[in-house]
């Protein structure tokens, strides 16, 4: 007797909000089930996020089952909403993580000291 099994993109991140400043480094991270094993992208503002030579600043990684995006050197333009998308042949799944722009406490001190 064989089973097979199958199973559509089920997708968790670890936060649905991040909070970075300008400058710094991120990370978002997207943990993916799905049985045929999915195909992950990344978007912001509808389009693909990627590694390239206008973008060095990106990285894509896959550690098992998670995909990490990283970007570095963090500009105003970095912050908004990323999709994390996993898509097999059972179906389509995605979810949202928001980037949003902080003023780190060591500029508040200084103005305040």
Known sequence: MFILYVD????????SVVYTGLGQRFYLACHV??????DVTWTRQNRHVHVSRRM????????EDTWFLFLNNV????FGEYVCRANNT????????????????????????
Do not use: H, K
């Open 90 to 113: 059972i179906g389509t799944s995605s979810t949202n993580v928001i980037v949003v722009g902080v003023i780190f406490l060591a500029f508040l001190r200084s103005i305040f000291s």
């Open 33 to 38: 089930s799905a049985e045929p094993p999915a």
């Open 8 to 15: 559509p993109p089920m997708l968790r991140t670890e936060a």
């Open 75 to 78: 500009t105003s333009e970095d």
């Open 56 to 63: 060095p600043r990106v990285e894509l990684v896959r550690r």
